[in-house]
Nanobody
Framework: QVQIAESGGDLVQPGGSLTLSCTTSTPGSIFRMHAMGWFRETAGKSRELIAKSIQNGGSSEYDDSVKGRFTIYRDNARRTLYLHMNDLKPEDTAVYYC?????????WGQGTQVTVSP
C-alpha cells in the first residue's frame, strides 16, 4: 500500500517561514497523475484541505486562510510535494498532512507538527 512521509515541521516565530515536504512510495508515473494537497488538523477541528496541486502541477488552489502566504509545488520525478509557508501566524499551528486531493485518499502519514509561537 502507499506510504506517505511528511517532514519539515518546526517551532517558528510569527512572521517566520517554513517549507514542508511530503514523499510518497508511489512511482513517479503514478504520483504525477493525481491532484495532491496539503491538509492540516488542529485540536477540535476536522482535517481541512488548505492547498491543492492539480495533476502534473498544472495549477494550484488555496484556502482563503493561506492564500498569498503559502505556495504548493511538486517534483513528480521525486514523488514529493512541498508547501512553502511565509508570514506564519499563530493560527497556522497544526499538524500538517499531505494526500490525494480528490478521489479515494491514500493511507495517511504521521503528519508534521508546525507550531507558531513567540
Amino acid at each position: 500500500q502507499v506510504q506517505i512521509a511528511e517532514s519539515g515541521g518546526d517551532l517558528v516565530q510569527p512572521g517566520g517561514s517554513l517549507t514542508l515536504s511530503c514523499t510518497t512510495s508511489t512511482p513517479g508515473s503514478i504520483f504525477r497523475m493525481h491532484a495532491m494537497g496539503w491538509f492540516r488538523e488542529t485540536a477540535g477541528k476536522s482535517r481541512e484541505l488548505i492547498a491543492k496541486s492539480i495533476q502534473n502541477g498544472g495549477s494550484s488552489e488555496y484556502d482563503d486562510s493561506v492564500k498569498g502566504r503559502f505556495t504548493i509545488y511538486r517534483d513528480n520525478a521525486r514523488r514529493t510535494l512541498y508547501l512553502h509557508m511565509n508570514d506564519l501566524k499563530p493560527e497556522d499551528t497544526a499538524v500538517y498532512y499531505c494526500n490525494r486531493a480528490g478521489g479515494t485518499v491514500w493511507p495517511w502519514g504521521q503528519g508534521t507538527q508546525v507550531t507558531v509561537s513567540p
